[in-house]
């Protein structure tokens, strides 16, 4: 074995190892990008010595054209890395007009590195001791395991024949073994792609930084053996410093993909790496120039380099997928992006204008049309779009799975408007496809556990929850699994299930919810009333509702659930389950005849968990009512139905 020699660097409380592609301050690693990290390198190695700017250029970047003002980025970035305070430079000095001089006391350390042995042809050995269990003392020569057993069965001074036979059979277990080694898949990757870093600070260019993340994670959100956070999970650092140990514990993954990217006119130059988050090293990293108009390169090019860098394994169809890149137009890809990013940010009229922008420019790809879709959808929910936009969202997702039927985004965004608007039925077959082509897609197993709870199969929609959070524990911050705990009578679940949210008001109408059911009712008051403060919605004012049943305001509370009925019925929002809740509010404020008639427009609306109107307490007082038989009756009818059609 060859030793290599190294040099690691020490000054103030940091340690530099280059070959390791690691910085560290006492221990912990700083997170930094990989120009600044070969610039950091540079300086320290020259310590007490002026680098020009020329120097750096070349050093950098070598063999491209680049502005002198990307130096001025890196050591700007530098600085933050090291803590420098805007008024001292401890580390780095600037010498005007020339470069820069790292200033710190610098140690340097040698260390000897071994280079890894060759690996040696396999060959068999007959070589057994009485101490050791035979399938022990056979072995390969390259098998690490190997000179220890070679060393015990020397100590033993025993040798011992083994029959032809034996040998033979042994041989031919050991190559099965090896095989099925082989064979044996690697543990699950976890990964999370953040929003790159706009290190120009262009407002004009800020929409790729979440744009482009979220290309490469649909991409790779195809492939089975990495489960990738949905760009849900991503979208809160966009902007933010990143602290790589903390966010990686925050997202629940292994490993984690960062970059940031420099725009200069027609010029895009995109900088990123793939750090192991447990031993901090860098698995791939890369720098890509390209021309602007040559976007939808990014994330065919990324994807590949994480596939390959993580040794993923991809079914034959997988690979066809990732393969397989739709020509669109330039522009019409930017206008793409520019949607995906506004809708990030909850702009959904602009995001629906600049998706229609790209879908005029370019009518075949698929997936414009699916956020496109999407992008109507919320507009009808949150922007009093209402039923026309409804319309148009099913337009788009039935464009987009024309163009590609196994679109998991289009399957998805597609389920979730059916359920909502009372198909339900209609949404099973496509999201139980979606997760034959993408099993390890947490938001479309989460999905179909939304659409089991609307049919009433109660265990079936918690299994799917469940099987959503193993593969990704952050879609706990979606509420389909707390009300199947509550449709199931699991009032504790249901509460130790709701995420640590405290701030959002949709979380504490759900605590409030909880706190009522288990007859808290001080404490379910206050939360509802403060949810509805904090954010007058249709959930908390349902929540307000029952707060006003508990402190005696019956005329209060049923004016407010019928301004709600009627701001519902204005907008064309389709949401059953809040109509069965509403009926649920009216019931507890003594308004039977409005109880009985939105549990009624509940069913008719497509929301029927039989079972859970078998058992649910806060309807006791509609089961006196003549109308009660008939509603349940249909409830059960369509419940049956379901169960036989997909049970």
């Not at 196994?406 to 198909?423: C, I, P, S």
């Not at 706990?476 to 009578?489: A, D, P, Q, R």
């Not at 509702?545 to 209060?556: E, G, I, N, V, Y």
Request: charged fraction near 25%; hydrophobic fraction near 40%; charge should be neutral.
């Amino acid at each position: 074995m060859e030793l290599k020699q190294v040099s690691i660097y020490e000054f103030g409380p940091f340690r530099l190892q280059p070959e390791e592609h690691l910085l560290a301050r006492e221990g912990d690693p700083v997170p930094i990008t990989p120009k600044a990290f070969d610039l950091l390198v540079l300086l320290v190695r020259n310590q007490g010595r002026l680098v020009t700017k020329e120097q750096i250029m070349e050093a950098i970047w070598p063999a491209s054209f680049v502005e002198e003002a990307n130096i001025t980025v890196l050591i700007s970035s530098l600085r933050k890395a090291l803590g420098e305070k805007e008024t001292e430079d401890p580390y780095i000095k600037t010498v005007p007009k020339k470069g820069y001089r790292f200033t710190a006391p610098v140690k340097t350390e040698t260390a000897a590195e071994p280079e890894p042995p060759h690996a040696a042809p396999p060959s068999f050995r007959a070589i057994v001791t009485p101490a050791l269990p035979v399938a022990e003392s056979v072995g390969y020569k390259d098998d690490p395991a190997t000179p220890e057993v070679r060393a015990r069965a020397s100590r033993t001074g025993v040798r011992v024949r083994i029959p032809r036979w034996a040998l033979a059979l042994l041989a031919c277990l050991f190559v099965a073994a090896g095989y099925l080694a082989v064979r044996r898949s690697p543990p699950q990757r976890s990964l999370a792609v953040l929003p790159l870093e706009n290190l120009t600070r262009d407002p004009d260019s800020d929409f790729l930084g979440y744009s482009l993340a979220d290309a490469i994670i649909t991409k790779l959100g195809i492939v089975s053996s990495v489960t990738v956070r949905p760009s849900s999970a991503v979208e809160k650092y966009k902007g933010h410093e990143i602290d790589v140990k903390k966010v990686a514990q925050e997202l629940n993954v292994d490993t984690l993909l960062t970059g940031n990217f420099i725009r200069d006119g027609d010029h895009l130059r995109i900088t990123y790496q793939l750090f192991d988050v447990h031993t901090f090293k860098i698995l791939s990293r890369d720098v890509i120039d390209l021309k602007y108009d040559e976007l939808l390169a990014v994330h065919d090019n990324v994807s590949k380099q994480v596939i390959a860098a993580l040794q993923l394994n991809l079914t034959p169809s997988e690979a066809k997928r990732i393969k397989s890149g739709v020509p669109v137009n330039p522009l019409a890809y930017e206008y793409y992006l520019r949607g995906v990013d506004l809708m990030a940010r909850h702009n959904f009229p602009r995001a629906v204008k600049m998706l229609e922008k790209s879908a005029e420019l370019d009518p075949k790809y698929a997936l414009t049309w699916a956020y496109l879709g999407q992008s109507y959808t919320s507009d009808a929910t949150f922007e009093l779009g209402g039923r026309e936009q409804y319309r148009r969202a099913q337009d788009a997702y039935q464009r987009a799975l024309a163009l590609e039927p196994k679109l998991a985004e289009a399957q998805m965004f597609y389920a979730n408007l059916l359920v909502d608007t009372g198909r339900v039925e209609a949404a099973v077959p496509l999201l139980r496809d979606a997760i034959s082509s993408n099993p390890n897609n947490a938001a479309v197993h989460w999905e179909l556990g939304y659409a089991y709870r609307f049919a009433g199969m109660l265990q079936q929609s918690l299994a799917e929850c469940m099987r959503a959070m193993q593969i990704d524990p952050l879609v706990k911050s979606n509420g389909s699994v707390l009300n199947t705990y509550l449709y199931l009578g699991d009032y504790d679940k249901f509460l130790a299930g709701l995420p640590d949210v405290n701030e959002a008001s949709f979380y504490r109408f759900y605590r409030g919810f909880g706190e009522y059911h288990q007859r808290d009712w001080e404490r379910a008051a206050a939360d509802f009333s403060g949810a509805y403060q904090e954010e007058p919605t249709l959930y908390t004012g349902i929540g307000k509702a029952f707060a006003d049943s508990l402190m005696k305001r019956f005329t209060d509370g049923i004016q407010l659930l019928r301004g709600l009925e009627i701001q519902a019925e204005q907008r064309g929002v389709g949401d059953p389950e809040a109509s069965y809740k509403m009926a649920q509010a009216y019931t507890a404020l003594g308004d039977k005849p409005s109880g009985i008639r939105m549990m009624r427009s509940s069913v008719e609306s497509g929301f029927f968990p039989y079972p859970y109107f078998l058992t649910d307490p806060l309807i006791d007082n509609l089961r006196s009512l003549q109308e009660f038989p008939g509603v349940m009756n249909a409830a059960r009818r369509r419940y049956e139905a379901f169960k036989a059609r997909f049970f």
